[in-house]
T-cell receptor, first 113, second 112 residues
Framework: DTAVSQTPKYLVTQMGNDKSIKCEQNLGHDTMYWYKQDSKKFLKIMFSYNNKELIINETVPNRFSPKSPDKAHLNLHINSLELGDSAVYFC????????????FGPGTRLLVL | DQQVKQNSPSLSVQEGRISILNCDYTNSMFDYFLWYKKYPAEGPTFLISISSIKDKNEDGRFTVFLNKSAKHLSLHIVPSQPGDSAVYFCAASTGTASKLTFGTGTRLQVTL
């Protein structure tokens, strides 16, 4: 039973398309995150939600919109995909915000052609 | 500006020996540090953490040392095992923020 799951695992799409990545956690955590790992292997936070409320929003193009229908889910919608959006996107969760251990999903590999 | 740095992209160690992975940080506001292990095609997995009020934390074969004056931490794995072969990420956060700042990782290869 997977703690943090993401779908799809792989996503290949054309420039200009709109796509969504879904994330679900069954750990009962209150806080969820989206990270991006680019081609240089930098793992950087994009967003963080606590109990469905946005608490961290790094400098991310507004083509990226997170949506949290409930505290167990945090989906990432990307409009007008660009080549530079190609990366691995990781979802994570933790019990609370603050210095807490975060648990990561397996990642979604997005390739924009 | 990279606030968490892992200057060694790779490390090779013989099975049974000690592996030492290093991490430096520049932000003096960081007060909580974590190490994550990552296998290919998987997400990072939490390994061990340390708060800035401590200088050492041990969990089985894994020990993390923190030197606040040098802004340096290290992960010791003793004895190293082939299953430890993975990429190790150092991460840091401040007390009131949930944001983790990651290093670029060190690939550890444990050879037989």
């Amino acid at each position: 039973d997977t703690a943090v799951s993401q779908t799809p695992k792989y996503l290949v799409t054309q420039m200009g398309n709109d796509k969504s990545i879904k994330c679900e956690q069954n750990l009962g955590h209150d806080t969820m995150y989206w990270y991006k790992q680019d081609s240089k292997k930098f793992l950087k936070i994009m967003f963080s939600y606590n109990n469905k409320e946005l608490i961290i929003n790094e400098t991310v193009p507004n083509r990226f919109s997170p949506k949290s229908p409930d505290k167990a889910h945090l989906n990432l919608h990307i409009n007008s995909l660009e080549l530079g959006d190609s990366a691995v996107y990781f979802c994570a969760s933790s019990q609370d915000p603050g210095p807490e251990t975060q648990y990561f999903g397996p990642g979604t590999r997005l390739l924009v052609l | 500006d990279q606030q968490v740095k892992q200057n060694s992209p790779s490390l090779s160690v013989q099975e049974g020996r000690i592996s030492i992975l290093n991490c430096d940080y520049t932000n003096s506001m960081f007060d909580y540090f974590l190490w994550y292990k990552k296998y290919p095609a998987e997400g990072p997995t939490f390994l061990i953490s340390i708060s800035s009020i401590k200088d050492k934390n041990e969990d089985g074969r894994f020990t993390v040392f923190l030197n606040k004056s040098a802004k340096h931490l290290s992960l010791h794995i003793v004895p190293s095992q082939p299953g430890d072969s993975a990429v190790y990420f150092c991460a840091a956060s401040t007390g009131t923020a949930s944001k983790l700042t990651f290093g670029t990782g060190t690939r550890l290869q444990v050879t037989l």
